[in-house]
T-cell receptor, first 114, second 115 residues
């Protein structure tokens, strides 16, 4: 799997937007960019994913650079509940069963300041 | 059920004992994954099932670890002769089917402590 690089930690003020960066310079043309987050003492939960175009859902937005070598997860208005570890993961197009797993890195620990 | 269910939520065992951890995926989800997470660490992939088959078991750390899935539903992860380094949270996830856009749904995990 292509590798992703994220900052170890970030802080943001409550009710402010948060931009979580992810670098993936070795991304291939068929790799999807997935974001998951893990709240304290819980299993990870899906946030968003995309391929080339920017994506929006009820939780967040995903901005993907034109060259696809980086992406940014945007939380539009952070709440205390958004404090979590955020994982940026690449996943290739399925060619055989071997591409089914998601490989989690160490992620970014986001702290929200009240 | 509505989500992925794992049991037990907590298990304390003595070194050398065998343990079984159970995962009930979301109904209809054909793909099932096991991960483990040691204290303060990231998630480590263990095994992936599609139906009852395990095409990727590359993450199982030793032959003391095994997993099976029956009826395309419930999965059991078995750790034989547990060691202290097996202490971790074991997480199960399921997905509707194959494909790169599928979202994984995780359970709350089973916390294993080996004394």
């Amino acid at each position: 799997d292509a590798k992703t690089t994220q900052p170890n930690s970030m802080e943001s003020n409550e009710e402010e937007p948060v931009h979580l960066p992810c670098n993936h310079s070795t991304i291939s043309g068929t790799d999807y960019i997935h974001w998951y987050r893990q709240l304290p003492s819980q299993g990870p939960e899906y946030v968003i994913h995309g391929l080339t175009s920017n994506v929006n859902n009820r939780m967040a937005s995903l901005a993907i650079a034109e060259d696809r070598k980086s992406s940014t997860l945007i939380l539009h208005r952070a709440t205390l509940r958004d404090a979590a570890v955020y994982y940026c993961i690449l996943r290739g197009v399925l060619s055989n069963f071997g591409n089914e797993k998601l490989t989690f890195g160490t992620g970014t620990r986001l702290t929200i300041i009240p | 059920g509505a989500g992925v269910s794992q049991s037990p939520s907590n298990k304390v065992t003595e070194k050398g004992k065998d343990v079984e951890l159970r995962c009930d995926p979301i109904s209809g989800h054909t793909a099932l994954y096991w991960y483990r997470q040691s204290l303060g660490q990231g998630l480590e992939f263990l095994i992936y099932f599609q139906g009852n088959s395990a095409p990727d078991k590359s993450g199982l750390p030793s032959d003391r670890f095994s997993a099976e899935r029956t009826g395309g539903s419930v999965s059991t992860l078995t750790i034989q002769r547990t060691q202290q380094e097996d202490s971790a949270v074991y997480l199960c996830a399921s997905k509707r089917g194959q494909g790169e856009t599928g979202e994984l749904f995780f359970g709350e995990g089973s916390r294993l402590t080996v004394l």
